[in-house]
């Protein structure tokens, strides 16, 4: 077998370990004579993988016992509407705009037609927030933005409750849960296959729907049901199970960000020493461990460059299609190996173009 080192943005890369314990027990789950994806969610088969999930984030994550963890579906796409259904009451929701996916959630507010203002703008960096309400319904974040190559370093304190998309850099590095009062992320990047999102959220915020609110919608319905009030995406519950075990295994979520913060050095140091053929996209002290963008100083040789690295058993770096360029996607599950290869097709290629 002959596996790719897959940079792409997500779904991406999954460890391989976990993949081979999936296929080994697909068929047959532990003798149970049928696969996880057949058993009841209401089984205790599936019950027992359920709760370790639950507790592996838990502990993993040190969320602390004033939070619920909440198994959804819908990605964070849903959430976008979800949030401002769940928290807004009768002022205004703050948003920082630092990239596609966060003018996704100001469009679902705006469909709502909530009050909602925009109080930071920026692509290439983390902007400053100067004007915070204090009594804000939240304030709402993107804390890593797959398309720039952004992320924040620390979050901003504030007194109304902080929202954070964190879909591209969940489980990747140590929080501080002093300063968020609800997380959701997609698990197709850093916890699992797409099919699983993942709600962090304070408890005192679990009343706070409006009446006409559908049950599904609101977080209080799956915190009251242990996400089980319907049909939960059992197999991919099942895989982020899985995961949250091999991050156990990697030394935690602390050993895993000193990881990604060798593999991202490495791979800055390659754009920042090549004498301008590469250029990076963030501004150095916003850049992103997760997500590296830059572009070729002659943007004509881009397709070239994929075209090479493709060939070299490197997919997914063609950048987003709203700004071009060069995207390296390198989540937990990516190697160190594979970022060092990445670095020297990059050598290689700007070596021979420059000459």
């Not at 080192?5 to 890369?13: H, K, Q, V």
């Not at 591209?168 to 698990?187: N, P, Q, R, T």
């Not at 935690?252 to 990604?260: D, R, T």
Request: proline content about 3%; aromatic content about 10%; charged content about 25%.
């Amino acid at each position: 077998m002959s596996r790719v080192f897959n940079f792409g943005a997500g779904p991406s890369t999954i460890p391989l370990e976990v993949l081979e314990e999936a296929q080994e027990n697909l068929v047959d789950y532990k003798g149970e004579g049928m696969s996880i994806m057949e058993a009841s969610h209401r089984s205790k088969m599936f019950d027992d993988v359920h709760m370790e999930a639950l507790a592996l984030i838990r502990e993993l994550y040190e969320v602390p016992e004033d939070f619920e963890i909440l198994f959804m579906q819908g990605g964070a796409s849903m959430q976008f509407a979800l949030v401002p259904l769940n928290l807004m009451q009768t002022g205004v929701a703050q948003y920082v705009d630092s990239g596609v996916w966060s003018q996704k959630a100001i469009k679902e507010a705006k469909i709502l037609k909530i009050n909602y203002e925009v109080v930071a703008l920026s692509y290439d960096n983390i902007p400053e927030i100067l004007n915070l309400n204090d009594k804000a319904d939240y304030v709402h974040i993107t804390s890593n933005n797959t398309i720039y190559g952004t992320q924040y370093r620390e979050f901003p304190k504030t007194k109304a409750p902080l929202v954070i998309d964190a879909s591209s850099d969940i489980f990747s590095y140590e929080v501080d849960w002093s300063k968020i009062d609800l997380m959701y992320a997609g698990a197709q990047k850093n916890a699992g296959p797409s099919g699983v999102t993942i709600v962090i959220i304070k408890k005192d915020l679990l009343n706070r729907f409006s009446d006409n609110t559908p049950s599904m919608f609101r977080y209080k319905t799956y915190a009251d049901n242990n996400s089980l009030y319907n049909t939960p995406p059992t197999f991919g519950i099942y895989m982020l199970n899985l995961t949250m075990k091999w991050i156990k295994k990697q030394g935690g979520i602390k050993a895993l960000q000193k990881a990604n913060e060798k593999k991202a050095k490495l791979l800055y140091d390659a754009i920042d020493n090549s004498e301008g053929f590469y250029i990076g996209y963030a501004k150095k002290d916003s850049r992103s461990l997760m997500n590296v963008s830059f572009n070729i100083k002659d943007s004509g040789l881009e397709s070239e460059f994929i075209n090479l690295a493709t060939k070299s058993g490197l997919i997914g770096l063609k950048g987003h299609r709203s700004v071009g360029g060069i995207r390296a996607s390198i989540y937990n599950a990516m190697s160190f190996e594979g970022v060092k290869t990445l670095v020297e097709v990059m050598e290689k290629f700007a070596s021979e173009k420059s000459s």
